[in-house]
């Protein structure tokens, strides 16, 4: 049964925003690990906050491996999901700040739907009260002295090829370096999803993330892939 969209961001549930947890940051460079909750301690910048989440999260080199989130599954669907380039912070389920090509960026988990905040994007994709529903296929925007490329598609996929996929978005966000991913509950293939990846070019500075968003009920995988390059 599909259930109303969800008044912040995503399949987290009015009650579980109670239960976020704090990120506690410090000026500086990317070290460290991502932590449980501790009061009166200030984690490093990869401090991932999220309640429950453990050392055990902590994969070879530093890499974090999927999460747990501390909200049930919400029965949302992939056409709920909106844009918006103009969003200060939403309640969050888990966050990671990484040094990517020596900017930081900030990874939002909003349960089916995610922020990347980096220099002057402030990028969300999430279910938004009163905006309007679907992603651009492709978007091309000036801000700053940056160049901003955003693209987003659709699949619709028969069970095992489903079940192929997730497994390679989880796959994928655990071998990467800079990542953040997270699981529901009671639904391992109801996935969130972000890779960051730094350019090989050493001419130019230029970024660029993936996203996916899991829907087990409907068979559907949103992907989305972002640039930023400096002009």
């Known amino acids: 049964m599909r259930m109303p969209p969800p008044q912040k961001g995503g399949r987290s549930s009015q009650g579980a925003k109670s239960a976020l947890s704090r990120c506690f940051r410090t000026p500086g460079r990317t070290s460290g690990h991502p932590t449980t909750r501790v009061p009166a301690v200030r984690a490093p910048r990869v401090a991932c906050a999220i309640l429950g989440a453990a050392h055990s ?66 990028e969300t994709v999430a279910c938004l009260p009163g905006a309007d529903r679907g992603l651009p296929a492709r978007l091309t925007r000036q801000q700053a002295d940056w160049t901003y490329g955003f693209s987003a598609t659709t699949a619709r996929l028969d069970p095992l090829e489903f079940s192929s996929q997730v497994a390679g978005i989880l796959g994928r966000a655990a071998e990467a370096e800079h990542s953040l991913c997270g699981v529901f509950p009671g639904s391992p293939e109801a996935v969130t999803a972000v890779v960051v990846e730094a350019s090989e070019e050493a001419c130019r500075t230029r970024l660029s993330w993936r996203t996916w968003h899991t829907y087990p009920q409907d068979g559907q995988i949103v992907s989305t892939h972002t640039t930023l390059e400096a002009r």
């Open 57 to 122: 999260n902590i994969g070879p080199g530093g890499r974090v491996r999927a999460l747990s989130l501390p909200a049930p599954y919400l029965d949302t669907a992939a056409d709920q999901l909106c844009f918006s380039l103009d969003l200060t912070e939403r309640p969050s389920l888990a966050e990671r700040e990484v040094l990517v090509g020596g900017m930081s960026v900030r990874m939002r988990l909003l349960g089916a739907s995610h922020q990347v905040f980096v220099g002057p994007v402030r």
